[in-house]
T-cell receptor
Framework: DTAVSQTPKYLVTQMGNDKSIKCEQN?????MYWYKQDSKKFLKIMFS???????INETVPNRFSPKSPDKAHLNLHINSLELGDSAVYFC?????????FGSGTRLTVV | GDSVTQMEGPVTLSEEAFLTINCTYT??????LFWYVQYPGEGLQLLLK?????DKGSNKGFEATYRKETTSFHLEKGSVQVSDSAVYFC????????????FGTGTRLTVIP
């Protein structure tokens, strides 16, 4: 009965590879997000999606692309991974001012 | 723009000490304010929230009051426990557009026995 679930929990990959992180929410929320948490714990929003439309795209490299097949899913695809992409990525969903976060995906690029 | 400024850590306290973590905000509209907690190796959990001026959010002995006049939402707890050791994030959202949640930089709290 997990509200926001993301997979995988850990991802170790080599530079230059392409990888995806999946996120699903069963809360019926209209908006979903991806956040990046760097090594200093700073959280920065990357994308938000509302009813399958991208609302905002912060200054994120175009190697990162969100993909939303339906309202309950927002996947994050990353091309040509770089060392600096190593971080924890959190998926979240919201309705009005109620936000729920997934448990995070720790990505390590070697 | 919308932003949150949070007291820098790390903060180290003895068990049963009083905790204050300062948070101030800048918002273009009327924000909702939040405190999130991240325990070691875990994701973000909502600790408490307040949606309008003078509201007090409370949970697990933690409290924060939405002060519009000082644009602040300071987190307090009267007696901390070792199990409170975590990173605490102040955040705001404004119900317009993308309804994004903007986080402060986080404050790491360590409580020692």
């Amino acid at each position: 009965d997990t509200a926001v679930s993301q997979t995988p929990k850990y991802l170790v990959t080599q530079m230059g590879n392409d990888k995806s992180i999946k996120c699903e929410q069963n809360l019926g929320h209209d908006t979903m997000y991806w956040y990046k948490q760097d090594s200093k714990k700073f959280l920065k929003i990357m994308f938000s999606y509302n009813n399958k439309e991208l609302i905002i795209n912060e200054t994120v490299p175009n190697r990162f692309s969100p993909k939303s097949p339906d309202k309950a899913h927002l996947n994050l695809h990353i091309n040509s991974l770089e060392l600096g992409d190593s971080a924890v990525y959190f998926c979240a969903s919201s309705q009005m001012d109620g936000y729920t976060f997934g448990s995070g995906t720790r990505l390590t690029v070697v | 723009g919308d932003s949150v400024t949070q007291m820098e850590g790390p903060v180290t306290l003895s068990e049963e000490a009083f905790l204050t973590i300062n948070c101030t905000y800048t918002a273009t509209g009327y924000p909702s304010l939040f405190w999130y907690v991240q325990y070691p190796g875990e994701g973000l959990q909502l600790l408490l929230k307040a949606t309008k001026a003078d509201d007090k959010g409370s949970n697990k002995g933690f409290e924060a009051t939405y002060r519009k006049e000082t644009t602040s939402f300071h987190l307090e707890k009267g007696s901390v426990q070792v199990s409170d050791s975590a990173v605490y994030f102040c955040a705001l959202s404004v119900l317009t557009g993308a309804n994004n949640l903007f986080f402060g930089t986080g404050t790491r709290l360590t409580v020692i026995p």
